[in-house]
């Protein structure tokens, strides 16, 4: 059997879905949308190659995506055009010259099973051209430009197109070519065949290979991966850290607890301004992204770090996490100390970690703790400090 080549188009801005990048892009139970449409056509046997076509911005974003995976098949990544039949006639371009079936595909149906790509290529193979369709379950109105009805098409001879689409390589290049020609504009690749004259068959479409494009469609899709169990269950996107610290209390140092200075005789003995609750959150935020410690980031070697307010290595390490794609959602410390009371801090406290990381005060908790005057925090020779931090995959 001849060879069959898919393309895939990209080229989407996510407008609909409110965000300011690719939809493509975004995660989908941990990893981009697109990762998860790639991924389908990797593991379909009946495709050779596939041609991915992206918006000329995303292609660096693309070619990581592919790489990260390792997707074999993907050998062409080309840049679209303005809209979405321009960039799939620049596809087509790239599709080898020897294929006997082109699968076109939306990069916004990450869901799409390998029973439908295969039968959308037998379809080709047999009827020249197909769409993977379901029927439509609502009643449909034509209006006019008043939003008044103007007719009700009879709803059994409605089906609604998804893709894929496939059809052997001459019928789409004709149909393009015929496009070309003649300017015809059409919103998928079935209709400028048919527009060109030519007969598409619908085989059956599937409920869950939905289309991506609104906030919603991200909920649904994720509520039917979750569903497909064994392998295919999503790892929840989040990593959990911990940290601890230790420091001395000595006369004559200012005592510095979660950024704010307290009132007290004695303070907290460091390289730097000693903050041990700062320390432990950083060694914890820094344990859930496996990027080190405070230690391997910030050796108290270096004389930069000589008396450095721990906010602002807080901030440093709020950087490195933005740059390894985490965020903050969640933290939780224990101050171990005999006096002063933490209590009345708290809240300065909280409000300066969920400022520096992002993430709303009530997700900063801290607390208070003696030992009942029992070891070296219950004696008053030190303050001890534990934390847990919760990142979520940007
Ligand atoms: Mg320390």
């Not at 939306?106 to 439908?116: I, K, S």
């Not at 790892?235 to 005592?255: C, I, K, N, Q």
């Not at 969920?354 to 009942?372: D, F, Q, W």
């Amino acid at each position: 059997m001849g060879r069959v080549e898919a393309i895939i188009a990209a080229g989407g801005r996510g407008r609909r879905v409110g965000a300011d990048r690719n939809k493509l892009l975004l995660p989908l139970a941990g990893r981009p949308v697109l990762a998860h449409t790639l991924e389908a056509f990797e593991r379909a046997a009946c495709v050779d190659r596939v041609v991915l076509v992206a918006a000329p911005q995303d292609l660096g974003a693309c070619a990581e995506i592919v790489a990260g995976a390792g997707f074999r098949k993907v050998e062409a990544i080309v840049p679209g055009g303005p809209e979405r039949q321009d960039s799939v006639a620049r596809g087509l371009d790239a599709v080898g010259p020897d294929v006997e079936v082109v699968v076109v595909h939306d990069g916004a149906r990450p869901l799409v099973a390998a029973e439908t790509i295969h039968a959308a290529v037998e379809g080709a193979r047999c009827w020249g051209a197909v769409v993977a369709a379901l029927p439509v379950r609502d009643t449909i109105k034509v209006v006019d430009s008043a939003c008044a009805v103007v007719s009700t098409p009879e709803r059994d001879r409605l089906w609604a197109a998804q893709t894929p689409q496939a059809f052997q390589a001459p019928v789409l290049r004709e149909a393009f070519a015929w496009a070309a020609r003649s300017g015809h504009r059409g919103t998928d690749e079935a209709s400028l065949v048919e527009a060109a004259g030519g007969r598409v068959m619908v085989i059956p479409g599937r409920e869950d290979n939905i289309k991506i494009t609104t906030p919603a469609d991200f909920l649904v899709a994720e509520a039917f991966l979750a569903s497909r169990g064994d392998g295919a269950r999503p790892v929840p996107p989040v990593s959990v850290g911990f940290g601890f610290d230790v420091h001395r209390l000595v006369a004559g140092r200012p005592l510095v607890l979660g950024g704010v200075e307290i009132p007290s005789p004695l303070g907290l003995l460091g390289h730097s301004d000693a903050d041990v609750l700062l320390h432990a959150l950083m060694d914890a935020l820094l344990g859930a992204a496996g990027l080190g410690d405070i230690g391997r980031c910030f050796p108290d070697t270096d004389e930069r770090y000589h008396g450095i307010s721990s906010v602002v290595l807080l901030e440093r390490v709020a950087e490195m996490l933005r740059q390894a794609g985490w965020q903050a959602i969640h933290a939780d410390a224990t101050v171990v100390a005999e006096k002063p009371k933490v209590a009345p801090y708290v809240p300065a406290m909280a409000a300066k970690v969920a400022a520096v990381l992002g993430m709303p005060e009530e997700r900063v908790n801290i607390k208070g703790k003696t030992t009942e005057g029992l070891g070296f925090p219950g004696r008053g020779e030190g303050i001890a400090a534990y934390a847990v931090a919760v990142l979520r995959k940007l």
